[in-house]
């Protein structure tokens, strides 16, 4: 009779998130039939499955349940940036399970009503003293864990979750937004990653339907057939494309020069803090130092390096090679002239590298020196950005920034104004742009 054997792999007790499977296979399509559902069983983890070939030729219906198991997560729902508060969230069959073992309650027993906020302390390793942690089911399979928003405490419970046997995956933030704009949803999203205040609010300006609603307006236009103004509208947007590639990537700034020209010491002024070692020595920084901050809320990545100059070793000679490299990636080159030195064909060397903007820095501004005026003459007209800074007593230092800024970001923004912040949406306008033209 029937002698495809399938054992029902059985939860140890009834749980949502089990998937019945029933196979039939039926005796006109036997002998491929089977074969093809034999197959498929055999590729389904867990599924216990004894069969024996040669029985495949009997006719049979075959009617049976079989267990695929839906996998319980942890997704973090808040930033991985430290903050006040994390939230992990655990997601499937097991949730409730997992939740118990790695949560205390400070009183009571350790039931989990749907919606009920409870208060509790960690059992996890690392967290023996007991972190203290809100938890609350937010749904028959689903509970919230919140917890101290520093990296340790946060990372603790997800790696006992993890050892529970949670599979760890990015949140699915999507059922958190209220609109049903895509925009809107990705807009939330980048706004966890947001480091100052100015991005923040133009991200908060797209959430609020800035992008969506223009983008709109402007194939309204396109079908109206008003398609002059839809292009001038679409090359304004495009115009701020560069800008919202930066909301989240910093905008690179990499300062070079040659070896003393003072990079290290002006890294310094522009952090705030003292970053790099700074020494009299030529040569002293070797490695690349890369460092976020922002210039007037927008935010940047400072790059120093080795001082351009023939390597007096191999590791320096790599240290100037990715150097090199960097400038020539770079959104924008402080190229530093020492007003002791002047231009010299180092600083020909490094223009060469450049690609994106450069701003000319006569360092040392405290340093006056007799001949100071022709050796800075002797700069190239092709540099129009030109600031003198002096690390010591911080003059230029402020306008240094504003000139970096106005390059990066040449056309103000006002409130409410669209930007489109995604690679989606600057080929959505690009692919708008070409439709227009076509008309
Ligand atoms: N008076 C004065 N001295 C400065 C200024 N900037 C840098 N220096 C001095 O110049 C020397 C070199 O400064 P660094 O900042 O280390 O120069 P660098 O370009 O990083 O040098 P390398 O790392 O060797 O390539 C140090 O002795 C600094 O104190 C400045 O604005 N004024
Ligand atoms: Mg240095």
Request: hydrophobic fraction near 40%; aromatic fraction near 4%.
């Amino acid at each position: 009779m029937n002698s495809l054997s399938l054992r029902e792999s059985r939860p140890e007790r009834p749980e949502r998130g089990c998937i019945t499977l029933i196979v039939f296979s039926l005796p006109f399509d036997l002998k491929c039939g089977c074969t093809a559902t034999v197959q498929f069983l055999v590729r389904m983890k867990r599924c216990l499955l004894r069969f024996d070939p040669k029985y495949l030729v009997s006719t049979f219906v075959l009617s049976t349940k079989l267990r695929i198991e839906t996998p319980t997560t942890v997704s973090r729902l808040t930033s991985t940036v430290p903050s006040a508060i994390a939230v992990l969230e655990i997601n499937g069959p097991s949730a409730l399970d997992y939740a118990k073992r790695c949560w205390r309650p400070n009183q009571g027993d350790n039931n989990l009503q749907i919606n009920a906020i409870r208060f509790g302390f960690t059992r996890c390793d690392g967290l023996e003293q007991g972190e203290s942690i809100v938890i609350c089911r937010t749904g028959e399979c689903r509970v919230e864990i919140h917890c101290h928003g520093g990296r340790m405490a946060s990372d603790a419970i997800l790696r006992k979750l993890v050892l529970c046997g949670a599979l760890e995956q990015p949140a699915n933030l999507g059922r958190f937004v209220r609109s049903t704009d895509e925009i809107a949803f990705e807009a939330q999203q980048d706004l966890l990653l947001a480091t100052t205040l100015r991005t923040t609010s133009i991200l908060l300006d797209q959430f609020r339907g800035s992008l969506g609603l223009e983008l709109d307006t402007i194939k309204s236009m396109m079908i109206a057939g008003n398609t002059a103004e839809a292009i001038r509208r679409l090359t304004q947007l495009n115009a701020r494309a560069e800008l919202g590639r930066h909301l989240i990537e910093p905008w690179q700034v990499v300062l070079a020069g040659p070896p003393n020209s003072g990079k290290s010491s002006l890294l310094n002024m522009l952090l705030g803090y003292s970053r790099a070692i700074v020494h009299e020595q030529a040569g002293t920084t070797r490695d690349l130092l890369e460092e976020r901050s922002s210039f007037d809320g927008w935010p940047i990545e400072l790059v120093d390096g080795a001082g351009i100059r023939t390597a007096m070793d191999a590791i320096e000679a790599t240290g100037i090679e990715q150097t090199l490299q960097r400038i020539a990636t770079a959104d924008c080159t402080l190229l530093l002239v020492d007003r002791a030195t002047g231009w010299t064909q180092t600083h020909d060397q490094i223009l060469n590298h450049c690609s994106g903007s450069v701003v000319l820095v006569n360092t040392k501004s405290d340093l006056t020196r007799v001949g100071d005026h022709e050796r800075l003459n002797s700069i190239p007209d092709s540099i129009t950005m030109r600031v003198d800074t002096s690390s010591v007593t911080g003059d230029g230092v402020k306008e240094l920034m504003n000139s970096v800024v106005s390059i990066l970001v040449p056309q103000p923004l006002l409130p409410g104004h669209p930007v489109p912040f995604r690679q989606r949406h600057r080929d959505m306008i690009k692919d708008l742009i070409r439709r227009a033209a076509d008309r």
